[in-house]
């Protein structure tokens, strides 16, 4: 495999990256709202809300790219690939971060409500300076390990053509018929990835329950 081939590799790597980072960071906004909305107390906000995540979480990601790609061109709403994948990851992410988050809102400790409420907070003060610094530090373990597998995830964005690392290895790997070294750099690149990533998860875990016992 010569240079160009390898550059395209790297490009499509930097394809997967901005598309993580949209994910992650778009999923990450409307996933707050879905977290938030989920611990409100009003029943409507929480049944729309579980409705959404279980749909997101019961059905494939493949799927689910399928639908912003191809369903919408049914009604007209043409979508470039790009927009498409980046509209479907975002989605996907926003249900899975928005569980994770209302999981470790739930995690802290009620006193610490019932002090802020004794201390006459309002509800935007009570997130923004009492609950959410401990939620997000609860979540942190489990919103990286999201990442990482966010990140493998991106590969299924081939399958509306959209040009990713999994699929730049493909083309390649038909055009010089050496798959098993194309897809050897293809998974090394992942591993780089994504390993680090995995190992702040394990620490932050490990930190966080010894800090618990």
């Avoid at 990851?89 to 610490?112: C, D, M, N």
């Avoid at 083309?171 to 990835?193: E, K, T």
Wanted: hydrophobic share 55%; net charge positive; glycine share 12%.
């Amino acid at each position: 495999m010569g240079a160009n081939e390898f550059l395209f590799l790297l490009i499509g790597l930097k394809w997967t990256i901005a598309l993580s980072v949209i994910g992650f960071v778009g999923g990450g906004v409307f996933g707050l709202g879905v977290a938030l909305a989920r611990t409100s107390g009003i029943p409507l906000l929480e049944r729309v809300t579980s409705g959404y995540i279980a749909i997101f979480q019961g059905t494939p990601l493949l799927m689910q790219l399928f639908v912003v790609y191809y369903g919408l061109a049914l009604i007209g709403l043409k979508l470039d690939s790009w927009v498409a994948v980046s509209i479907g990851f975002t989605l996907h992410a926003s249900a899975y971060l928005g569980e994770i988050w209302r999981g470790s809102i739930e995690a802290v400790p009620k006193g610490q409500t019932e002090a802020a409420k004794a201390l006459s907070l309002n509800y935007v003060s009570r997130m923004k300076d009492v609950i959410l610094p401990q939620a997000i530090r609860i979540s942190l373990p489990a919103t990286i390990g999201f990442l990482v597998q966010l990140i493998k995830g991106t590969s299924l964005a081939a399958i509306v053509g959209f040009t990713e690392l999994a699929r730049a290895g493909n083309i390649i790997s038909n055009q010089i018929f050496q798959p098993l070294l194309v897809f050897g750099i293809v998974g090394a690149l992942y591993f780089v990835m994504c390993w680090p990533l995995s190992l702040v998860g394990a620490r932050l875990e490990r930190q966080f329950a010894a800090a618990t016992r």
